[in-house]
């Protein structure tokens, strides 16, 4: 349901929550948690980025997607949409609106006055199998504004906020805000969404976050281990915030390794050939020479692979 006005007496169906869980092939397992609130309010001509901050205790992998909004009655029916508007075009906006289905960013730049109602789809896999799933309503109430709603930028103070790092490996980036209007102070906080991940905050009154983690060296998956950061001003009669997500890819550089022995000693036709994770990059091998495999000491040859 779309109004440009909020709901009218009568015609709010109120707020939808439902959760699945596979009972019959998954023993334990928890349901994804949601630690930001369901809630936006936007300005119009401004470009806005919404996450809802969800993360998964159990380490599953989640996929997130935009669903028919349903009603909070025994029937659980979709509420209709006024004309121009569906499940995937919840709001006026251009762009339109998007959902980033593997870290769950809504992205959007509404262009009129309105109150939108979207539902969020999140579903839960373990090793490739569906276990679970979320369904969770929010609004967004676009107005127009005088403040300009403040920014955080990408890791390290660049565009991408996404990086890309070995199993066991410690590190730490940091993370900027900012703020156009004038005389206005910015707070940071994070969702904690990173088990054992630590967030330090300085600074006055365009704050810097810093994150620090070492990435696991067990449960290494293809999807990213992702967090949230929220930026608020103290804009007034309300603030203006903005929640950005932050990815980490926990990579092991080696997919698969298969090889062929030699036919007989001294013969150079042995193969190696290793599957890399990524098809860009430096990469570097070792092998032995075939001179040296019947000297005690094993001397090995380093050659690198554009």
């Not at 979709?78 to 121009?84: A, K, S």
Request: aromatic fraction near 10%; proline fraction near 9%; charge should be negative.
């Amino acid at each position: 349901m779309v109004q440009t006005v909020p709901c009218v007496p009568g015609s709010n169906p109120g707020l939808y929550i439902e959760t699945t869980l596979d009972n019959l092939n998954v023993t334990c397992n928890s349901s994804p948690q949601f630690s930001n609130i369901p809630i936006a309010f936007v300005c119009v001509g401004q470009s806005f980025t919404y996450n809802h901050g969800v993360f998964d205790p159990d380490g599953d992998s989640l996929v997130y997607s935009l669903v028919d909004p349903l009603t909070s009655d025994s029937v659980h029916s979709p509420i209709p949409y006024m004309p121009g508007f569906s499940a995937a075009s919840p709001i006026t906006s251009s762009p339109a609106l998007g959902i980033d289905p593997v870290t769950g960013d809504i992205t959007f730049t509404p262009t009129q006055q309105e109150v939108g109602v979207l539902s969020v789809l999140v579903q839960e896999y373990r090793n490739g199998v569906l276990i679970g799933s979320v369904i969770r309503d929010m609004e967004i109430y676009i107005r127009p504004c005088t403040n300009t709603i403040p920014t955080a930028s990408g890791i390290n103070g660049s565009p991408s906020r996404d990086t890309t790092v070995c199993p066991g490996t410690s590190f730490c980036f940091d993370i900027f805000s900012d703020d156009v209007d004038a005389n206005q102070s910015v707070s940071m906080v994070w969702n904690q969404g990173v088990a054992g991940g630590t967030f330090n905050v300085t600074g006055f009154p365009f704050p810097t976050g810093e994150f620090c983690w070492t990435a696991p060296t067990v449960n290494v998956s293809t999807l990213p281990y992702t967090f949230t950061v929220t930026v608020t001003d103290n804009a007034c009669p309300s603030n203006g915030y903005q929640t950005y997500s932050f990815n980490i890819y926990v990579n092991t550089p080696i997919q698969s390794v298969n090889s062929t022995d030699v036919t007989c000693n001294g013969a150079g036709d042995g193969t190696a050939t290793a599957l890399t994770t990524s098809p860009t990059g430096n990469y570097s091998f070792s092998r032995r020479r075939a001179e040296l495999l019947l000297k005690p000491s094993l001397d090995l040859e380093e050659e690198h692979i554009p």
